[in-house]
């Protein structure tokens, strides 16, 4: 009875990692964050993203643990809604996010993924809220599903990625518009000439416009408050 056959197969962890079993992994990978912040009631985010390299005496990483601040400090709606912060769970500006939720009491969350680094999940993330990934499109997914606006610190490819992932679908429009904030001028400007894309015309003068770019969480702050209500309506509501 000790042998592979006579277990449940739910309980059958050789038979979970088969290549064969991949669409159930994904599915369990959708479904256990999914269940988690439904139970919560967690259903409005803020999706901060930034290099994992950023350190404790960066300025930039000083500016990710304000907008933490700045978020975790937001009231309640009147439905008991608040905004969460949301990180890839991991050292750097990720930290410093979620950090500074943790410093004002309010939670956050951390969607880690496991690399060949060993990526650990920082220490500020809500017990509750901090997740595991093995499949990248499953992480970017719970991403964007209850994001109600993206802020990007500088990084390498994996904040690159994140970006263009969401510029890519709302420029598309696989998902509704939402605001876009790259955090430290210097480097974005440097880092992707934009304009460049446009004049070649790879991209559109109002792809262009789907983010904006300041210097410091509270600049950021304010751009992401003032899109909505362009638009007649509120950051923190649906």
């Known amino acids: 009875m000790d042998d592979a056959a006579a277990r449940r197969a739910d309980r ?5 990692a088969r290549p064969e079993l991949r669409p159930v992994r994904l599915l369990l990978e959708y479904w256990k964050p999914e269940l988690a912040l439904s139970d919560l009631d967690i259903r409005h985010t ?23 601040r700045i978020v975790g ?8 809604q608040r905004l969460v912060i949301v990180t890839g769970g991991g050292p750097g500006a990720m930290e410093a996010a979620n950090r500074g939720a943790s410093e004002v009491g309010a939670p956050s969350v951390g969607f880690n993924i496991v690399l060949p680094s060993e990526q650990k999940p ?13 499949y990248f499109a499953l992480r970017k997914l719970h991403f ?19 970006l263009f992932e969401i510029l890519c679908l709302v420029q598309t429009g696989k998902r509704e518009p939402l605001p876009v ?16 894309l446009v004049g070649e015309g790879f991209i559109d003068a109002a792809d262009r416009a789907l983010f904006q770019v300041c210097e410091t969480a509270h600049e950021a702050w304010e751009l992401l408050i003032g899109w909505y209500r ?6 923190t509501r649906a």
Do not use: H
């Open 12 to 16: 059958d962890l050789a038979l979970l």
């Open 46 to 68: 803020l999706v901060v993203f930034g290099s994992s390299r950023l350190r404790e005496d960066s300025r930039y990483y000083e500016e990710a643990r304000a907008l933490g």
């Open 73 to 80: 400090s937001t009231a309640a709606t009147p439905d008991g």
């Open 122 to 134: 920082n220490p500020y993330l809500s017990p509750k809220l901090c997740f595991e990934f093995r």
């Open 144 to 162: 964007v599903q209850r994001a109600r606006a993206m802020v990007a610190f500088p990084g390498g490819y994996g904040t690159l990625d994140e």
């Open 181 to 196: 904030v790259l955090v430290g001028r210097d480097y974005w400007t440097r880092a992707i000439d934009f304009d460049y």
């Open 230 to 235: 362009a638009r007649g309506q509120e950051l």
